[in-house]
């Protein structure tokens, strides 16, 4: 399991971004254990797969892949 500044850099974004995410929502699927977020490679890697794209003229990148 990965801290979440770990989790950031698997998926070349900045730690703030999954926090920011953590509150609104669309980031990817955490856990919480106590005060601790941690997560998993392979939801991280589902959740990158599920954004992935064939062209810029194709809906937002959380909608690419029907999600």
Do not use: H, N
Not at 3 to 29: D, F, H, M, N
Not at 40 to 50: M, P, S
Request: contains cysteine.
């Amino acid at each position: 399991m990965l801290r979440t500044l770990e989790a950031a850099g698997y998926i070349g974004l900045q730690k703030s971004t999954l926090e920011a995410w953590r509150v609104r929502g669309g980031g990817p699927v955490f856990l919480k254990l106590g005060k601790a977020v941690r997560y998993q490679k392979e939801d991280l890697d589902e959740f990158l797969t599920a954004r992935r794209c064939t062209s810029t003229s194709q809906l937002p990148a959380r909608e690419c892949m029907g999600k």
